[in-house]
RNA sequence: GCCUGGGUGGCGGAAUAGGUAGACGCAAGGGACUUAAAAUCCCUCGCUCCUCGCGAGUGUACGAGUUCGAUUCUCGUCCCAGGCACCA
């Protein structure tokens, strides 16, 4: 008997796929289109067991889909623009454009061993001119349309990574890639006007209704709009200052107003005044702190009366300005109405400053005393000190509100949005140059299309940390004016590279296209993606651009589909010893040395059935053990045999009814139905879990075999469904044992099996009978017994009859072919 | 604090529609084969109690409720994970 060598095996596996060119896709192979994309990797030198999961979950679905008939795109690629390159470059010495295809060509290498079948030849990688020069074009196209803009503000910036960064790219106030904590810094940089899709992106979250909820919630979340009005309190010089608020229904509660410090009225408000001097140093303390430090200290609420008064728009009343640490400038107006009555903040700096406080929302079960008040009342209930709404329930009462500032034309209705336009400039060398030229006398002047693309030079040397290498080479930034000819200096910045991973899941319909961005035809074809699949930390930063920006380019006539991704697949990570697996825990393991010990498959099988996907997997060297163990019993399964039933026609239903062919027959059908369904569903851990009860059922049927021709038959039957079901997981070993069976080895890829209803559905089932809802007793029936004689059968059996002796029968309850009830009392 | 998930054996995890809780795998224990070991195969395996049986009770974070029947539905409590967080 041959054993299972799985090196061997493997490696003439793909070989044979690479020659034949397997998965080669056109829009002209026929059947309907399927876009399965995983998130493409940055090449940092070697694939991890995140990888080797996410891509596992992937060729599975791959395969399944191509055996259903689809034509089915599967592309795979690099990310390949970014900091690590740079590091290594300062650390080594190193090239970032050679260090980072030495990477991409390893792990080329080692996504090829695992046995993904992708479509190599739309391979793409990121850094290419090939790939960038579009994006420089998408940039043009998008600064003509006014979606890009420079501006200078107050930034996120990185220290380690000598970079700025966008709003999203900060957790915790930490750098999303190094952790080193941000800071701020006033930078004149380039944005993407995000915000104008702010609305359609939180609306169309509730039209993908094959993502995740979790992941939709965050998005809106992070898009956070809230819906409110903007009120007009008109100062004694009879100016406006304009506040946002989410709490009409409190207006009659303000008792002072709140400025932030970046708020130009600050220090306008109290110039020439005694208060100047006061403000003044307030303003300029509390601007030097940065935002992350300002949020930390300033829960301890500070601020200093600016000497001005407005009246409120309701009550006539007259209300202090004061400058506050806790007011935000960057939402909203950067000014609010402060109603310490029933806002914790507002009355946290009430108490501080000795502000007085109005009740007008009195809680159901009592009344508020603003004198003995230890805390905001933030809840809901019956207004008081409200003029005309007296008495009326608060929700109730604020669309009467907003309607009288209307007409009066004190306030207007308004939405808010948290999200902030995307800066997209890095201060940094590997990335894609940003096309725009500074000309002395004509400005900011876009690199005319006929001149893209601007090539980032290869030739330079990236040193130490510090400026851009592309700052100090004048062969670079030294340029003539589009316009006027006179030397001017190009934009040093690189982009965003979650600019590149935007849109690369349009450049792999057509990855040899060079007239344009892209090829319309090819991309509407495969547009959009069907399944996408990758990790959760992606959930915010490259899923919300990807989208807005697929709808610029939607915008652009390039591609039909409004939304990029129908389908969403968040596989979790994986941890090993309660951590994720990072070098600093030491609780690694490495894909090279799980192929070495155990090969692909085994690899590829453990990732699927240790866990579903969504959640996390918790490693365990013991588990992939046995899954080498269950394919080895697979491979025993058919070599074992091999002599025996190689020149057998299988069938998959027994002629003669025999019980032990019958039930291996129930079994087959059941499994294929129940796989089948598993996979539809991305239960993948039990699809496998369903192939393995096969497996045992036929090394059971073994046991007992009768060796006539029909068990025979039925046997490599039951082998060839265990084969193709387990083909998706596990490609390699079931394809040789495919061939090992004599098959044609073209037809193990191009069909799923079916199953036949007849034998799913046994003649006899397996009822089972409570009394009053407790598990007694159990009994094999026929199919659709009459319902009076199974009563009787469950009546008699002597664990039921021990307790309904004596007792009264209320009721029976009976789920046919499967459950019997009796209710005594 | 707000929003979303989620709490099931020693462990990873099952249970499309309210109907046998614990599929499948791992670990553990016992046995067969073997001079021995590995490999393989077979059996046992939620907890408690006892008269050790085709036995009784109990059990899906906790407490109520709906129901003939709840891991599943409703309400409340606790805990864990993720997201947001002076966003007005």
């Given at each position: 008997m041959r054993s299972y060598e799985p090196h061997v095996i493997e490696e003439k596996r793909q070989e044979l796929w690479e020659q034949q060119h397997l998965f080669?896709?056109?829009?002209?192979?026929?059947?309907?289109?399927?876009?399965?994309?995983?998130?493409?990797?940055?090449?940092?030198?070697r694939i991890h067991m995140g990888h080797v999961r996410n891509y596992s979950i992937g060729d599975v679905i791959a395969r399944y889909k191509r055996m259903r008939g689809f034509n089915v795109l599967h592309p795979m690629g690099w990310d390949a623009f970014g900091m690590p390159a740079e590091n290594a470059a300062i650390e080594r010495g190193v090239h970032p454009a050679v260090w980072t295809h030495e990477n991409i060509a390893y792990m080329r290498k080692q996504l090829k061993r695992l046995g993904f079948s992708y479509d190599w030849e739309r391979e793409i990688a990121t850094c290419d001119v090939?790939?960038?020069?579009?994006?420089?074009?998408?940039?043009?196209?998008?600064?003509?349309?006014?979606?890009?803009?420079?501006?200078?503000?107050?930034?996120?910036?990185c220290q380690r990574c000598q970079t700025v960064l966008a709003n999203e790219q900060v957790e915790g106030g930490a750098c999303w890639r190094c952790g080193e904590e941000v800071v701020q810094k006033e930078l004149t940089q380039w944005f993407f006007a995000i915000t104008k899709y702010a609305d359609e992106l939180y609306e169309y979250c509730d039209k993908l209704p094959g993502w995740p909820e979790r992941v939709l919630n965050m998005q809106k979340n992070w898009i956070g709009k809230s819906y409110g009005v903007e009120v007009d309190f008109l100062m004694e010089d009879g100016t406006p200052l304009t506040i946002f608020t989410t709490r009409p229904d409190t207006l009659y509660g303000v008792t002072f107003m709140v400025l932030s410090p970046e708020h130009p009225l600050s220090t306008r408000l109290p110039a020439g005044t005694e208060h100047e001097q006061a403000v003044r140093a307030f303003v300029d303390?509390?601007?030097?702190?940065?935002?992350?430090?300002?949020?930390?200290i300033a829960t301890q609420k500070e601020g200093v009366f600016t000497g001005k008064y407005v009246s409120n728009p309701l009550t006539g009343a007259r209300v202090p300005i004061y400058v506050g640490n806790f007011v935000l400038m960057e939402y909203g107006t950067g000014a609010i109405m402060a109603v310490p009555a029933h806002d914790q903040r507002d009355f946290e700096f009430a108490k501080e400053y000795g502000l007085s406080v109005i009740a007008t929302i009195m809680p159901a079960d009592g009344t508020l005393d603003p004198a003995t008040m230890e805390a905001a009342y933030e809840g809901d209930g019956k207004m008081a000190n409200s003029g005309p709404f007296n008495g009326k329930h608060?929700?109730?009462?604020?669309?009467?509100?907003?309607?009288?500032?209307?007409?009066?034309?004190?306030?207007?209705?308004?939405?808010?949005?948290?999200?902030r336009d995307w800066g997209i400039s890095r201060q940094r060398y590997w990335g894609a140059p940003i096309p725009i030229i500074y000309c002395d006398d004509c400005g900011t002047v876009p690199v005319?299309?006929?001149?893209?693309?601007?090539?980032?030079?290869?030739?330079?040397?990236?040193?130490?940390?510090?400026?851009?290498?592309l700052a100090e080479d004048p062969e670079f930034y030294k340029?003539?004016?589009?316009?006027?000819?006179?030397?001017?200096?190009?934009?040093?910045?690189?982009?965003?590279?979650?600019?590149?991973?935007?849109?690369?899941?349009?450049?792999?319909?057509?990855?040899?296209?060079?007239?344009?961005p892209l090829d319309s035809a090819r991309v509407n074809y495969w547009m959009p993606v069907d399944q996408y699949i990758g990790g959760v930390e992606h959930a915010v930063l490259h899923l919300l651009y990807s989208r807005f920006f697929n709808r610029v380019l939607n915008e652009l006539n390039l591609v039909d589909a409004r939304e990029p991704f129908e389908n969403l697949l968040t596989q979790g990570m994986v941890i090993k010893d309660g951590a994720k697996m990072s070098k600093s825990k030491g609780n690694v393991v490495d894909p090279d040395y799980m192929i070495k010990k155990y090969g692909a498959d085994t690899a590829r099988l453990?990732?699927?059935?240790?866990?579903?996907?969504?959640?996390?997997?918790?490693?365990?060297?013991?588990?992939?053990?046995?899954?080498?163990?269950?394919?080895?019993?697979?491979?025993?399964?058919?070599?074992?045999?091999?002599?025996?039933?190689?020149?057998?026609?299988?069938?998959?239903?027994?002629?003669?009814?025999?019980?032990?062919?019958?039930?291996?027959?129930?079994?087959?059908?059941?499994t294929v139905k129940k796989v089948t369904e598993d996979i539809d569903r991305f239960h993948l851990n039990t699809a496998i879990a369903r192939i393995m009860e096969l497996v045992n059922g036929v090394y059971k049927f073994i046991e007992k075999e009768k060796r006539d021709e029909d068990s025979k038959r039925l046997l490599r039957g039951a082998m060839e469904t265990v084969i193709v079901l387990l083909f998706p997981f596990v490609p390699h070993i079931t394809e040789e044992l495919w061939e090992m069976l004599g098959l044609d080895i073209a037809t193990i890829g191009q069909s799923w099996p079916r199953y036949n209803e007849k034998y799913i559905m046994e003649d006899r089932v397996l009822v089972v009978v409570q009394v009053n809802g407790k598990l007694r007793d159990r009994c094999e029936v026929e199919r659709n017994i009459d319902q009076e004689r199974l009563k009787d059968m469950?009546?008699?059996?002597?664990?039921?009859?021990?307790?309904?002796?004596?007792?009264?029968?209320?009721?029976?309850?009976?789920?046919?072919?499967?459950?019997?009830?009796?209710?005594?009392?």
């Open positions: 080669r896709v056109t829009e002209n192979d026929g059947g309907e289109k399927y876009y399965l994309l995983e998130m493409f990797p940055y090449p940092s030198g090939a790939y960038y020069r579009w994006e420089q074009w998408m940039f043009l196209n998008m600064f003509e349309k006014g979606l890009v803009y420079r501006k200078s503000s107050p930034v996120n910036y303390k509390t601007r030097a702190q940065d935002k992350s430090f300002r949020a930390e608060n929700r109730e009462a604020i669309p009467g509100i907003i309607d009288y500032l209307e007409e009066k034309k004190i306030g207007r209705r308004m939405v808010n949005y948290r999200l005319p299309f006929e001149d893209l693309p601007v090539v980032l030079p290869l030739d330079l040397k990236v040193t130490a940390v510090g400026k851009s290498p340029v003539d004016c589009p316009i006027c000819k006179k030397p001017a200096r190009r934009e040093t910045d690189t982009m965003d590279t979650f600019v590149e991973s935007s849109w690369y899941f349009l450049k792999y319909a057509c990855p040899d296209y060079d007239r344009g453990f990732c699927l059935f240790a866990s579903p996907p969504e959640k996390d997997l918790d490693w365990s060297d013991k588990g992939v053990e046995g899954c080498f163990r269950f394919l080895q019993r697979v491979w025993r399964l058919v070599a074992e045999r091999l002599d025996d039933i190689k020149d057998t026609v299988s069938i998959l239903e027994p002629a003669a009814d025999d019980p032990d062919c019958v039930q291996l027959a129930y079994l087959i059908h059941k469950a009546y008699s059996l002597d664990k039921v009859r021990k307790h309904i002796e004596g007792k009264t029968i209320v009721k029976t309850i009976i789920v046919p072919n499967k459950l019997v009830n009796i209710v005594v009392k």
